[in-house]
């Protein structure tokens, strides 16, 4: 999982180690269960060393990771906001996006609704693009089958994402 | 059992679900049911007066004639075309053979008689009219055998004449009016009912040079000199017929005979009708009473011809009904089986709702026919009594019943085998009734303007139906032809000696009708029903062709003309070889006489021929335009389901 | 988000162009607001995709458009002439002349073959049976269907069939191709073979309007349009791609 998964889940607000992964576990629901309980933490330090995040002591005495408190840097803020509105599509792995999603309405970072409209144009274009390939390939070689993959993926991508924005138009106009 | 009524059941309410066309269905069959039973019982209500008549007058069940041998004459001088000489002026060559009526009396099965009376030939004049009359001699005493019953006024007198009440109706004479018999004058002082003899115009002919009744205009120029036509019967006293008589010895005798028992008329009459010249003209009450119902017969020869007929259009409705329903009856007929119903299961469900629809149909037209048949036979004035209900005879039901079951078996039996011989897949998936294909006239149409391009691949999709409609015209028209060969043959026969109008005509006009009417409501609805099953079967093809840019009119016109064409072809067919054909079988079957008619000339078929296009063509368009009205998105989209 | 051309009558290269388009059904408490408010410019040689939920009235707007139906309100200019105000005969020439319709489920007859599918349309026309025939087999030659010309569609694949139909569309040169849910009832497989006629009609110049359920197809557009409950809600602009990192779609490096 990527670092800026972390950065943005302290977006909201400074957090325990232990309540990011709370919060993470959530988010994810089934799909999180086979995480590495340590992987946040690692992330943590990284963060941390690259300036991105800094922790501060909590009052109890002890220097474990999960009770310390971290926060954003402006460096980190500006990587956050850097990172929502990128649209490169990651390997298959949703999981990514979908906490994209989930951190962004929790902080009142964008509008989760538009996050998903702009990622879908981007799938399109690539669809497209796929496509095009796809049909100037020799039916049936290596080339076209590997394209085809392309592009059925990204047509399942795109179903997902309209899916989303279901779900994330609902949400917003219930609460 | 419990087979029999899930099989009960099932046909039960699938009828219930499609009313229209179980309705449709009963018409069809309860039009030829009808027209059969009419056929069947017509005779035997028409019986009923006679009966009514013997019993009043105490009819004989034996007459017996002698008559006077006249002299061979030589050919009239001015020709044939002359007409008959008087009646009376005969010459005689031997007289009449009174004896012979006494020795009959005297047979041991005789328990009764009356006579013999006098009777002569002779012309009586009624105002503007003239007729032959036969007239007989009576007591002014009630006879023991054969009391004429008077109906209007009072029994003979001197100077005074009682008339038969069928013939004076013909004449349009009454009690009081004056009449001229051989050139004497007469009162009418009564009207009067016999059993003895067949009502005017039929007659028991006892004059010397014999009688002629009915006939064209041809075969009545063509008759022997003295020869009486269509005489007329009359009662006056004794002593005025001798008088009457110019020459004694002409006169003949008549003698009415009571048997021990009626039943054995017939065999009396074997044993002592002896075929000479002068020996008496035996004629049994069963005789007089067959010629007396002949109108009925020839009613019911009409009759049932039309119901041939309608049984047949019966079979094209039921034919297309079926056909037309068959995609529906093929996704149960996939259910039943995929419930693990046999072959034979499933057809006895399809059968069974036709057979359920026949039988009612059968119950129906018997009710019908019974109770409507005295309506047809009136038996004029010249009977007492009016035609009663007849009873249905079981032979007459299982008639009834057989032909209806055998309209619903034939339309439905191969529609019904071929469906119930479907795997279960195939009905289940309704690829059972994927259009025919018929690659020549889908490229002979091609070349046609758009209606006709349109109406031909209609029709050839569902070839049977265009044949069937073809069918049910060409029956009808043929019916129609013989109907006007009737008509033709009823008017020029119409009028008897003297000018009189014969009653009978009228009545067979008015059965002749009532059968036409019948026929062509039957065509008519058929028509109406086709179209509209051929809009429902081509919703999804006409509404295809509109969304590729056929405009409505064109689509409608094309349906319609679907029907109109076969509907022409049908007719040309009927009005040109059919009805001749039909005309020729209805003669052999009933033993007619071809040569007496004439057939109708080349104008009156295809001025028939266009009638019956114009009128397919407007019966067809306001289902064909209903059709055509539909949006076509909706269409398509019902399609698709 | 919608288009933002003018507001007026159409423009000089707007082959179709619909002004504030409604279509209703029934009344009161039943009223069903199937187009609710459409206004679309589609130029000459476009292609336009428009994508929506089911029941969200993109298949209605397309018969709105494709003179298959009249709008309840609004107007509707096909080729330069307004057409939502023509009776019904009317409307059947234009059928022939401006407009070629795929439908979802073909609705090719059965009993025709292929060729004698493609030429109705011209013989619907007045055309020649000669002429007809002869421009079937080319259009048949176009698709790619040249030898399947004697077959009927029940001996034809889902995609064959489909093509067969795009080729009946094309019969009178229309000036738009509307097509309803083409791949809808077709496989993967078939679905690209319907994706490459389109394609290959786009590159002809071929003015084609699509509603779709089908990613891969409203990618082929130059302009997808987004509908929902019977008005437009977004566009996204397709044209103007390249071949660009393909490699990083599957997770290669680049």
Not at chain 2, 453 to 459: D, F, G, P
Not at chain 3, 103 to 109: D, K, N, P, R
Not at chain 3, 203 to 224: K, M, P, Y
Request: hydrophobic share 45%.
């Amino acid at each position: 999982m990527r670092q800026e998964v972390v950065l943005a889940m302290l977006a909201k607000e400074p957090s325990h180690g232990y309540e990011l992964r709370r919060r993470l576990r959530q988010a994810l629901g089934p799909v999180g269960e086979g995480m590495n309980a340590g992987q946040v933490y690692v992330s943590l330090t990284r963060l941390e060393k690259a300036d991105l995040v800094r922790s501060a002591r909590s009052e109890t005495p002890g220097d474990r990771p999960e009770r310390k408190v971290y926060a954003l840097t402006p460096g980190g803020q500006q990587r956050v906001t850097e990172w929502l509105t990128e649209v490169s599509w990651p390997k298959p792995d949703l999981a990514e996006f979908h906490l994209k999603l989930v951190a962004a309405a929790a902080a009142g970072l964008a509008d989760p609704v538009t996050l998903v409209d702009m990622q879908r144009r981007e799938l399109l274009r690539r669809l497209r693009d796929g496509q095009r390939a796809a049909m100037t390939e020799a039916d049936g070689s290596d080339a076209a089958l590997l394209l085809e993959g392309i592009v059925l993926r990204l047509q399942a991508d795109i179903r997902w994402l309209e899916s989303c924005e279901q779900s994330w138009t609902g949400r917003r106009s219930g609460s | 059992m419990g087979r029999v009524l899930l099989v009960g059941r099932l046909a039960w309410r699938d009828l219930r679900r499609r009313r229209l066309e179980a309705a449709l269905l009963l018409l069809a069959t309860v039009a030829a049911t009808t027209t059969l039973t009419l056929g069947l019982v017509l005779s035997d209500a028409a019986s009923d007066p006679y009966e009514h008549t013997r019993e009043a007058t105490n009819g004989p069940d034996v007459v017996a004639m002698v008559s006077a041998h006249p002299r061979e004459r030589p050919d009239h001088p001015e020709g044939a075309g002359a007409g008959p000489a008087g009646p009376v002026d005969i010459v005689v060559d031997e007289p009449a053979d009174r004896a012979a009526l006494d020795e009959l009396a005297e047979e041991p099965e005789v328990i009764d008689h009356s006579g013999p009376f006098p009777a002569v030939a002779a012309e009586m004049q009624a105002g503007d009219l003239t007729s032959d009359v036969q007239a007989v001699g009576r007591d002014t005493a009630p006879a023991a055998v054969d009391q004429p019953q008077v109906v209007r006024g009072d029994w003979v007198a001197d100077g005074g004449v009682v008339v038969e009440a069928s013939f004076a109706d013909a004449l349009g004479v009454g009690v009081g009016d004056p009449v001229t018999l051989a050139g004497r004058s007469f009162d009418v002082v009564g009207i009067a009912v016999s059993a003895a003899a067949p009502p005017y115009p039929k007659s028991l002919c006892f004059a010397p040079m014999g009688c002629a009744s009915g006939g064209t205009p041809e075969e009545v120029a063509g008759l022997p000199a003295g020869m009486l036509r269509d005489p007329g019967l009359v009662w006056l006293t004794t002593p005025d017929v001798q008088r009457l008589a110019t020459d004694p010895l002409s006169l003949s005798y008549v003698m009415n005979i009571e048997l021990t028992d009626p039943a054995g008329a017939a065999a009396f009459v074997e044993a002592h009708g002896v075929m000479s010249p002068e020996a008496p003209i035996l004629a049994t009450w069963d005789e007089i009473r067959v010629e007396t119902t002949e109108l009925a017969r020839e009613a019911r020869t009409i009759l049932l011809a039309g119901a041939w007929l309608l049984g047949l259009l019966a079979v094209a409705t039921v034919s297309v009904l079926v056909g037309s329903r068959m995609a529906d009856q093929t996704r149960r007929v996939g259910l039943l089986k995929a419930v693990g119903g046999t072959p034979r299961l499933v057809a006895a469900v399809l059968l069974a709702e036709y057979l359920l629809v026949a039988l009612a149909a059968a119950v129906v037209g018997l009710v019908v026919g019974s109770l409507t048949a005295p309506l047809l036979t009136d038996s004029g004035p010249g009977l007492l009594g009016s035609a009663g209900t007849p009873s249905i005879t079981v032979p007459t039901a299982a008639i009834v019943v057989a032909v209806a079951l055998a309209v619903a078996g034939v339309g439905t039996f191969v529609p019904a085998v071929r469906a119930a011989r479907i795997t279960t897949v195939d009905a289940l998936a309704d690829t059972a009734r994927a259009p025919r294909r018929t690659g020549w006239l889908i490229a002979v149409s091609a070349r046609l303007p758009v209606p006709l391009l349109l109406a031909l691949r209609i029709a050839a999709r569902r070839p049977r139906r265009a044949v069937l409609t073809m069918v049910s015209l060409a029956i009808t028209i043929s019916g129609l032809y013989v109907a006007l060969v009737l008509a033709t043959f009823l008017d020029d026969t119409a009028t008897l000696a003297g000018g009189i109008e014969d009653a009978r005509t009228e009545q067979l006009n008015q059965v002749l009708l009532v059968v036409v009417v019948i026929v062509l409501t039957m065509a008519a609805v058929n028509a109406i029903f086709v179209t509209w099953a051929t809009v429902l079967d081509n919703r999804h093809a006409s509404a295809l062709a509109r969304a590729l840019g056929a405009t409505p009119r064109q689509v409608s016109t094309a349906v319609a003309s679907a029907q109109v064409l076969p509907a022409f072809a049908g007719a040309l067919i009927g009005a040109f070889p059919g009805g001749f054909a039909l005309f020729h079988a209805i003669n052999a079957i009933t033993g007619g006489d071809s040569d007496r008619v004439s057939l109708p000339p080349i104008w009156q078929l295809l001025a028939l021929v266009a009638a019956t296009v114009l009128v397919v063509v407007s019966l067809t368009a306001v289902p064909a335009r209903l059709g055509g009205r539909r949006s076509v998105t909706a269409a398509l989209q019902a399609e698709m389901a | 988000m919608t288009d933002t051309t003018d507001t007026s009558g159409p423009t000089d290269t707007a082959v179709l162009c619909a002004r504030g388009v409604h279509k209703h059904y029934g009344t009161g408490a039943g009223l069903v607001r199937a187009v609710d408010g459409v206004d679309l410019d589609v130029r000459r040689g476009e292609t336009v995709a428009v994508m929506g939920p089911s029941g969200c009235g993109k298949s209605t707007l397309l018969h709105l458009l494709g003179a298959l139906d009249r709008p309840s309100r609004g107007e509707v200019w096909l080729a330069g002439r307004r057409i939502d105000a023509l009776g019904e005969t009317a409307l059947a020439q234009l059928r022939r002349t401006d407009v070629g319709f795929v439908f979802q489920a073909f609705h090719l007859m059965e009993e025709l073959t292929a060729v004698e599918n493609v030429e109705l349309p011209a013989l619907l026309a007045g055309r020649s049976p000669r002429a007809a025939r002869r421009r079937s087999e080319e259009l048949l030659d176009q698709v790619g269907l040249a030898d399947r010309g004697p077959f009927l569609p029940a001996a034809l694949s889902g995609g064959q069939r489909q093509r067969v139909a795009v080729a009946r569309a094309l019969s009178n040169e229309p000036a738009v191709v509307l097509a309803d849910e083409p791949t809808g009832n077709l496989d993967s497989a078939a679905t690209v073979e319907v994706l490459r006629l389109f394609d290959d009609l786009h590159r002809a110049g071929q003015t084609l309007v699509v509603v779709t359920h089908d990613e891969r197809i409203a990618a082929t557009a130059d302009r997808l349009i987004s509908m929902r409950d019977g008005s437009f809600v977004d566009e996204i602009g397709l044209t103007g791609g390249t071949r660009r990192d393909l490699g990083a779609l599957v997770g290669l490096e680049g």
